[in-house]
């Protein structure tokens, strides 16, 4: 049985924010949108313009996607090749146990396409710890390097514009953490990412980068 990965290839160079991977373990929660025979005035017509929020449509192979990201939800939507624009459209949930969570994403959906602000009840995370806030704005960092920013500029993002303008000098520890969290990303590039997944034989041995 296969654990992990991604359905299909993922250009390596897109943006984070725009790249719209769909992860193997995804698809039994896939929310999938089919036409139907229905001209009644109850069944919604499908505009993909009715969803005001951030969207990326990529193609599969076989079928559009529209990965959909929104203030506390993001999901993905596979569309039916028949789905035509105006068109009455329904839903096809899958007959296993993830119905319920498959059913809360139709209803994040039909509040979007409503104009609404969708609920997102189906999760708690609890308050990440300081070394996950380290990790990511050492990425964070090391993108701004990438792009061509001084380490001034990357603390102004990173930490706040009133800060950088009290703190910030040629030989601040405001300037000494961030050159120590620009190293820390460039570890992370290099191999040292294979910490975050712990000291698992599985993951660690034999890989080259």
């Not at 991604?6 to 390596?12: A, G, K, R």
């Not at 500029?153 to 601040?172: M, P, Q, T, Y």
């Amino acid at each position: 049985m296969q654990s992990g990965g991604c359905n299909f290839v993922v250009d390596p160079d897109a943006d984070a924010r725009e790249a719209a991977p769909l992860w193997l373990d995804e698809e039994h929660t896939l929310v999938r949108l089919v036409p139907m025979n229905n001209e009644g005035a109850t069944c919604s017509r499908f505009d993909f313009w009715q969803l005001r929020c951030a969207r990326t449509i990529v193609h599969d192979g076989s079928n559009l996607r529209v990965c959909v990201r929104a203030p506390r939800v993001t999901f993905s939507l596979h569309l039916d090749n028949a789905l035509a624009a105006d068109k009455p459209f329904g839903f096809v949930l899958p007959a296993s146990d993830s119905l319920n969570e498959v059913q809360r994403t139709i209803a994040q959906f039909a509040a979007l396409y409503a104009g609404k602000q969708p609920v997102n009840r189906s999760v708690c995370l609890e308050r990440p710890p300081r070394s996950s806030l380290y990790h990511f704005r050492a990425l964070q960092a090391l993108d701004g390097v990438a792009r061509g920013a001084s380490q001034r500029e990357i603390a102004r993002v990173l930490l706040g514009s009133d800060a950088v303008i009290s703190n910030w000098s040629s030989d601040s520890a405001m300037r000494a953490h961030v050159r120590a969290l620009i190293q820390r990303g460039r570890r992370f590039v290099n191999g040292e990412y294979r910490t975050l997944i712990g000291n698992n034989n599985q993951f660690t041995q034999g890989v080259r980068v």
